[in-house]
Each structure stands twice: as C-alpha cells, then as structure tokens.
C-alpha cells in the first residue's frame, strides 16, 4: 500500500527554537495534505490543509505565523513551528491523498519543547 | 461542533477475549465513519469504514455497526490476538469535507498471551 514517511518521529528542543518537520509521500502524488496534532489524552484535532503549490488553510484557533507549513511539491509537506515553547509540545501527524482521495498517514512526531 | 468521543485506555485483554471499543459522535450532517488503528512506530491505518445508517463495516475480523438512532460506530472483534495491540481511532467526515477527518482520542489496547 502507499506510504507516507514522517520524519523525525522524536524531537526534543529548547524554548525558542524553530523545528522543522518533513511529510513525504513515497510512492503516490499527494494533492493534499492535512496536518493534524493531539495532546495528551485529547482528540487528534485538524491544524490545516495544504494543497500544493497554493497556501495553507488553516483551522480556526491555529496560529499560522506560528505553524508554517510549506507544500512545495507533490511529495513534500512540511510544518515549521517558529519559536516553539512548552506549551507547543504535541504529538504532530500528517496524511496525505491522491486524486482517488483515500488518505494515508505518517507515523507522527512527538515534539516536546523544553 | 462535530465531535467524537471513545472510550479511554487502556484496555488490556487476554488473547482470545472479545473487545469491544465504544465510540460515539456528534454532527450536524450525516457523517461517514471510520475506525483507523495504529501500530507502534507506524501509521494510521484505514481499518474499516461506514458511510451511512445501518452499513456494517468490517475487517480483518473487526466489526462496527453505523447507528444512527444511537449515534455511534462501536468496534468488536470476537476473538482478539497479541497482534491486535494498537491504538484505535474513530473518526468521522462530513460528506461535503473531503479528506478533512474528526477523531477521538484514540484507545490504547494490550493484549497479553
């Protein structure tokens, strides 16, 4: 079946920092991409939709001066979280679809700021 | 809002228990619905689906029953193995939000020999 790569799957960075994470699909050409983040104990929850080569849409209540999210190809989503913080610690996961619009997802990453 | 709400976890089991994963919805449409699981260190996958009342979605033994008159999509299996320890995830789609799901919380299960 497709799959989409995440990477990293684990980061750990100081108060301030920016963290990049990188949605690769391998073997499909993803149209969309949806980021998604989930706190402990709470729903995984949409943070926004990238089509590629066009701007992000974001969901309502989610910064996107702080969570940038660059589409620039057919297999590459990622999310930059600018000057991250504690309260920015999250699990983050992203899919991706195809024209046929099944989704497909990554494995997540665990950010934890400190 | 639209919202899903499943039970919490953990749920550890013996192998060959019958599991059972309640989960319930809220929407303002007629949502189609999902069960996605997760293994450790890999995605989320597309376990089963329903898209409307009364369809019975199924796999790889699992089962879920689309029930609108109660609002819920819960997950059973009969006879669960260790393979089976994953988190589960309900989701929902409106029809007009393509690709756009709403999820639960996930459940943690353990199933032990």
């Known amino acids: 079946g497709a799959v989409v790569s995440q990477h990293p799957s684990r980061v750990i960075c100081k108060s301030g920092t920016s963290v990049k994470i990188e949605c690769r699909s391998l073997?499909?050409?993803?149209?969309?991409m949806f980021w998604y983040r989930q706190f402990p104990k709470q729903s995984l929850m949409l943070m926004a939709t990238?089509?590629?080569?066009?701007?992000?849409?974001?969901e309502q209540g989610v910064e996107k001066d702080k969570f940038l999210i660059n589409h620039a190809s057919l297999t590459l989503s990622t999310l930059t979280v600018t000057s991250a913080h504690p309260e920015d610690s999250s699990f983050y996961i992203c899919?991706?679809?195809?024209?046929?619009?099944?989704?497909?997802f990554g494995s997540g990453t665990q950010l934890s700021v400190l | 809002g639209d919202s899903v709400t499943q039970m919490e976890g953990p749920v550890t089991l013996s192998e060959e228990a019958f599991l059972t994963i309640n989960c319930t919805y809220t929407a303002t449409g007629y949502p189609s619905l999902f069960w996605y699981v997760q293994y450790p260190g890999e995605g989320l996958q597309l376990l089963l689906k329903a898209t409307k009342a009364d369809d019975k979605g199924s796999n790889k033994g699992f089962e879920a029953t689309y029930r609108k008159e109660t609002t819920s999509f819960h997950l059973e299996k009969g006879s669960v193995q260790v393979s089976d320890s994953a988190v589960y995830f309900c989701a929902l789609k409106l029809t007009d939000s393509w690709g756009k799901l709403q999820f639960g919380a996930g459940t943690q299960v353990v199933v032990t020999p």
């Open positions: 073997d499909f050409q993803a149209t969309t």
């Open positions: 990238s089509n590629e080569g066009s701007k992000a849409t974001y």
């Open positions: 899919s991706a679809s195809g024209t046929d619009e099944k989704l497909f």
